[in-house]
């Protein structure tokens, strides 16, 4: 894919807008992060709805193919939104992508463990929680670079 797309190739570096100046703008970038993390979990759950409840597919497949759809919307907001960055590139969703699989890996897995004993939309919730803060951390800091998220918050 080219310029025409608007999907690059480059090469791995940190982003301009992945690390802001000032305080406010670190926690302004934090709470754009976790309103894209909640539009994800609508539509998470809203996707896991259909294929669970309506289609009736197998939860825990319901539950990936939820969890990955979900990661993309995230990319593409948190690339655009979060961190003003113009252009999606194909590494940084790489990237993003192998992070957050590894924190939906922890969604996937408790939500399956804990279906049993409640709704599966909120077995999605709880797991979705379970692996929120793996994502953020992992993704903030090896995704967009370098940056120091949770240490500038307490700074």
Do not use: C
Request: net charge positive; no cysteine; proline share 3%.
């Amino acid at each position: 894919m080219g310029p025409s797309t608007g999907w690059t190739w480059g090469a791995r570096t940190r982003p301009s807008g992945s690390r802001p100046a000032s305080s406010g703008a670190r926690i302004a970038q934090l709470l754009r992060f976790g309103l894209v993390g909640v539009l994800g979990t609508a539509v998470n759950v809203g996707i896991l709805h259909v294929l669970h409840n309506e289609l009736g597919w197998g939860f825990t497949r319901s539950s990936a193919i939820a969890t990955e759809l979900a990661i993309v919307h995230n990319y593409v907001w948190n690339e655009l939104w979060t961190f003003h960055i113009r252009r999606l590139h194909l590494g940084r969703l790489a990237r993003y992508n192998m992070a957050s699989l590894l924190a939906a890996s922890v969604t996937v897995g408790v939500a399956t463990l804990v279906k049993e004993l409640i709704d599966p939309r909120l077995a999605q919730l709880v797991g979705i929680l379970a692996g929120a803060g793996l994502n953020y951390i992992v993704n903030v800091r090896w995704t967009w670079g370098p940056a120091t998220a949770l240490d500038d918050l307490v700074q």
